[in-house]
């Protein structure tokens, strides 16, 4: 009596917690991808919001950075607002109105959304800006005139052509002061590395209009560098840097000229004398500073709020997916652990019943139960070989111990004489008995894995000649004629591999156990063939194999007899004894040792003409 199931491992209860685990699970997954989807739309919209932002600094900054006040900045701050649909409002340090998009009346948000001042700008939407602070488009005094911006136009053309010359394909960029520079791809190619026969230095060259700026701007750091220099005030001063797409401006260290070096300290301290000293020479030329508002009144960050209603809704949802997931599992499950319970029954049923399931569906349930129902009949098949087995076995160790002990009996009592001819049928009856327990060692040994074959170079004519020679006495002596041939083929391998000159075929296996295997099918042909008959022993090379045909014209083989002849004590003829009919375990001894050597053994047959067995090995070659 088996003891029931306990409630938490049933199919069914596991079944139903796994699906209820799977569908929580859904509904929690379905319900965070639906806020994460909507924090995600909100956040899209928030970075829309900034993007628009920084758009709109950056244009009030470039109008700042090319005018020296915000007179004239009412209508920038107007279309800005009609294509952003936002309000925008400047006002000085002191919220004293200078543009909006509104009506003066209406309130301006508590806190300004960015200060707008060229020369101290926090947009770096622009190159440049990020090392300095300073918007590129402040160019103040550095702007050229029309004469030196076509002048210098002029030069970037030549220069563009020698590069393309010279294999470098290059454009021609304008930047805010006017000044014509090349670039490529990657940036400005002035600086980098420009083919030998343009490095005439003429487009670099600050022109008339830069030599004063600069001039000046070396004044307005004059002081600062000195400081920054110490005792060598000449190691520091300001020039233009034409390798940016922007305008620059960066101190200028004499290192080469007076062999002495710079600190980075003093490097560093020089360049903020030279952007100081710019801000002061840009001072005139830009708008002041002032604040900017956007949109009306403080924003407050989106956030996704869910009412009763819907949480209610929610609820609901969530509750029905579970019943519904449920009622299905409970359906599915019922359906699936009946026919489980069906082969669970029959499998606890006693051995000797062999009972067997019905098959009511095509799945994988139908599937096992079609795999049990032949378990059930190979094992019953199994059970009857396994008593046919000890019965014959019995019958195979009795017959020679009985004669054995029958004899030694009268011996021992007097009757008989143990002469030289009661001796040698004691030694017949012997050699029986071990050669029995010998194929069943071997056959256990095969069973087991443990047979073990000392493999060699074997040439098939050889062996052919040795099982010949074994069996020819007794083979004529039961008026048997016995034949050998071997097919000779082209490109034949030796024992070294090299191939053999005659064509004759070479395996590796174990000779003496293939000896015994062609043994067997000698001695069983001679024994089911009459006397006149034939049996012939042939070799051939058939694609990778070596095949080996045992045939004789023996009494045959019936077709319904074909698939038993190679199980253990099988006789065509049931009635025969065990001397004329031998022990039943030689064909099965001979599948054993030809599957050991990687190999395979076939039989065809046909009652009143003969039998051939056939057996494939590797060739060596």
């Not at 409630?7 to 639906?34: Q, Y």
């Not at 293939?514 to 049996?535: C, E």
């Not at 004789?552 to 253990?568: H, M, N, Q, Y």
């Given at each position: 009596?088996?003891?029931?199931?306990?409630?938490?491992?049933?199919?069914?209860?596991?079944?139903?917690?796994t699906s209820v685990l799977i569908?929580?699970?859904?509904?929690?997954?379905?319900?965070?991808?639906?806020?994460?989807?909507?924090?995600?739309?909100?956040?899209?919209?928030?970075?829309?919001?900034?993007?628009?932002?920084?758009?709109?600094?950056?244009?009030?900054?470039?109008?700042?950075?090319?005018?020296?006040?915000?007179?004239?900045?009412?209508?920038?701050?107007?279309?800005?607002?009609?294509?952003?649909?936002?309000?925008?409002?400047?006002?000085?340090?002191?919220?004293?109105?200078?543009?909006?998009?509104?009506?003066?009346?209406?309130?301006?948000?508590?806190?300004?959304?960015?200060?707008?001042?060229?020369?101290?700008?926090?947009?770096?939407?622009?190159?440049?800006?990020?090392?300095?602070?300073?918007?590129?488009?402040?160019?103040?005094?550095?702007?050229?005139?029309?004469?030196?911006?076509?002048?210098?136009?002029?030069?970037?053309?030549?220069?563009?052509?020698?590069?393309?010359?010279?294999?470098?394909?290059?454009?021609?960029?304008?930047?805010?002061?006017?000044?014509?520079?090349?670039?490529?791809?990657?940036?400005?190619?002035?600086?980098?590395?420009?083919?030998?026969?343009?490095?005439?230095?003429?487009?670099?060259?600050?022109?008339?209009?830069?030599?004063?700026?600069?001039?000046?701007?070396?004044?307005?750091?004059?002081?600062?560098?000195?400081?920054?220099?110490?005792?060598?005030?000449?190691?520091?001063?300001?020039?233009?840097?034409?390798t940016d797409r922007s305008m620059?401006?960066?101190?200028?260290?004499?290192?080469?000229?007076?062999?002495?070096?710079?600190?980075?300290?003093?490097?560093?301290?020089?360049?903020?004398?030279?952007?100081?000293?710019?801000?002061?020479?840009?001072?005139?030329?830009?708008?002041?500073?002032?604040?900017?508002?956007?949109?009306?009144?403080?924003?407050?960050?989106?956030?996704?709020?869910?009412?009763?209603?819907?949480?209610?809704?929610?609820?609901?949802?969530?509750?029905?997916?579970?019943?519904?997931?449920?009622?299905?599992?409970?359906?599915?499950?019922?359906?699936?652990?009946?026919?489980?319970?069906?082969?669970?029954?029959?499998?606890?049923?006693?051995?000797?019943?062999?009972?067997?399931?019905?098959?009511?569906?095509?799945?994988?349930?139908?599937?096992?139960?079609?795999?049990?129902?032949?378990?059930?009949?190979?094992?019953?098949?199994?059970?009857?070989?396994?008593?046919?087995?000890?019965?014959?076995?019995?019958?195979?160790?009795?017959?020679?111990?009985?004669?054995?002990?029958?004899?030694?009996?009268?011996?021992?009592?007097?009757?008989?004489?143990?002469?030289?001819?009661?001796?040698?049928?004691?030694?017949?009856?012997?050699?029986?008995?071990?050669?029995?327990?010998?194929?069943?060692?071997?056959?256990?040994?095969?069973?087991?894995?443990?047979?073990?074959?000392?493999?060699?170079?074997?040439?098939?004519?050889?062996?052919?000649?040795?099982?010949?020679?074994?069996?020819?006495?007794?083979?004529?002596?039961?008026?048997?004629?016995?034949?050998?041939?071997?097919?000779?083929?082209?490109?034949?391998?030796?024992?070294?591999?090299?191939?053999?000159?005659?064509?004759?075929?070479?395996?590796?296996?174990?000779?003496?156990?293939?000896?015994?295997?062609?043994?067997?099918?000698?001695?069983?042909?001679?024994?089911?063939?009459?006397?006149?008959?034939?049996?012939t022993l042939s070799c051939r090379?058939?694609?990778?194999?070596?095949?080996?045909?045992?045939?004789?014209?023996?009494?045959?083989?019936?077709?319904?007899?074909?698939?038993?002849?190679?199980?253990?004590?099988?006789?065509?003829?049931?009635?025969?004894?065990?001397?004329?009919?031998?022990?039943?375990?030689?064909?099965?001894?001979?599948?054993?040792?030809?599957?050991?050597?990687?190999?395979?053994?076939?039989?065809?047959?046909?009652?009143?003409?003969?039998?051939?067995?056939?057996?494939?090995?590797?060739?060596?070659?």
């Amino acid at each position: 009596m088996t003891r029931p199931i306990p409630l938490r491992k049933r199919l069914l209860v596991r079944l139903l917690i796994t699906s209820v685990l799977i569908a929580i699970c859904s509904v929690a997954a379905t319900a965070w991808l639906a806020v994460e989807t909507t924090t995600r739309a909100i956040q899209e919209e928030q970075g829309q919001v900034l993007t628009e932002d920084m758009d709109i600094l950056r244009q009030l900054s470039g109008y700042a950075a090319t005018h020296r006040d915000w007179s004239d900045v009412g209508k920038t701050v107007r279309a800005l607002s009609d294509r952003t649909g936002r309000r925008i409002a400047l006002t000085a340090p002191d919220r004293t109105p200078i543009a909006d998009s509104e009506t003066r009346d209406t309130a301006l948000p508590p806190r300004a959304a960015a200060a707008v001042d060229p020369l101290h700008t926090d947009t770096f939407t622009e190159p440049g800006a990020q090392r300095t602070g300073i918007d590129p488009r402040a160019v103040g005094p550095f702007r050229l005139p029309r004469a030196e911006r076509e002048r210098v136009r002029l030069l970037a053309e030549k220069r563009r052509a020698c590069f393309s010359i010279n294999g470098v394909e290059t454009t021609i960029t304008q930047m805010a002061s006017g000044r014509s520079v090349l670039v490529d791809e990657d940036g400005t190619v002035d600086g980098g590395q420009v083919p030998t026969p343009c490095a005439d230095g003429l487009l670099n060259t600050p022109t008339a209009t830069e030599e004063k700026a600069l001039t000046e701007l070396n004044t307005y750091a004059g002081d600062c560098l000195k400081g920054v220099g110490g005792k060598f005030p000449s190691l520091f001063a300001a020039t233009v840097d034409f390798t940016d797409r922007s305008m620059l401006t960066r101190y200028l260290g004499r290192k080469a000229e007076t062999g002495i070096d710079t600190t980075r300290d003093q490097d560093k301290k020089a360049q903020e004398c030279v952007d100081r000293a710019r801000r002061q020479q840009l001072e005139p030329y830009v708008a002041p500073a002032a604040e900017l508002f956007l949109g009306r009144g403080d924003s407050a960050v989106p956030h996704f709020d869910m009412s009763a209603a819907n949480k209610a809704k929610v609820t609901g949802v969530a509750g029905l997916v579970l019943a519904l997931t449920v009622a299905v599992t409970v359906l599915v499950a019922t359906r699936l652990v009946r026919p489980l319970r069906a082969l669970t029954h029959a499998a606890q049923q006693p051995p000797e019943q062999h009972v067997r399931v019905p098959v009511t569906t095509q799945d994988e349930t139908g599937i096992l139960a079609v795999a049990f129902n032949d378990l059930a009949d190979r094992r019953e098949r199994m059970e009857a070989q396994r008593k046919a087995m000890v019965a014959d076995i019995a019958h195979e160790l009795r017959t020679p111990l009985t004669n054995i002990r029958g004899w030694l009996e009268v011996t021992r009592d007097g009757v008989v004489d143990p002469d030289p001819e009661l001796l040698a049928s004691l030694h017949d009856e012997a050699v029986v008995l071990q050669r029995v327990i010998d194929d069943l060692q071997d056959l256990a040994a095969a069973d087991a894995g443990t047979l073990r074959l000392h493999r060699e170079p074997v040439r098939a004519d050889e062996l052919l000649e040795q099982v010949v020679a074994a069996h020819r006495v007794a083979a004529e002596g039961a008026g048997v004629r016995l034949h050998m041939s071997v097919a000779a083929s082209q490109g034949s391998h030796g024992s070294d591999g090299s191939g053999d000159s005659d064509g004759t075929p070479w395996l590796d296996a174990d000779p003496v156990r293939m000896r015994q295997a062609l043994g067997n099918l000698v001695s069983n042909a001679i024994r089911h063939t009459p006397a006149d008959g034939t049996i012939t022993l042939s070799c051939r090379r058939q694609d990778d194999e070596v095949v080996f045909e045992v045939a004789d014209t023996g009494s045959g083989i019936a077709p319904e007899d074909l698939p038993s002849v190679f199980e253990r004590f099988w006789r065509a003829e049931k009635s025969r004894s065990r001397r004329t009919g031998g022990s039943g375990l030689g064909l099965s001894i001979v599948r054993q040792l030809v599957t050991a050597h990687g190999g395979t053994v076939t039989v065809t047959s046909e009652l009143g003409t003969g039998s051939v067995f056939t057996l494939r090995l590797p060739d060596a070659g």
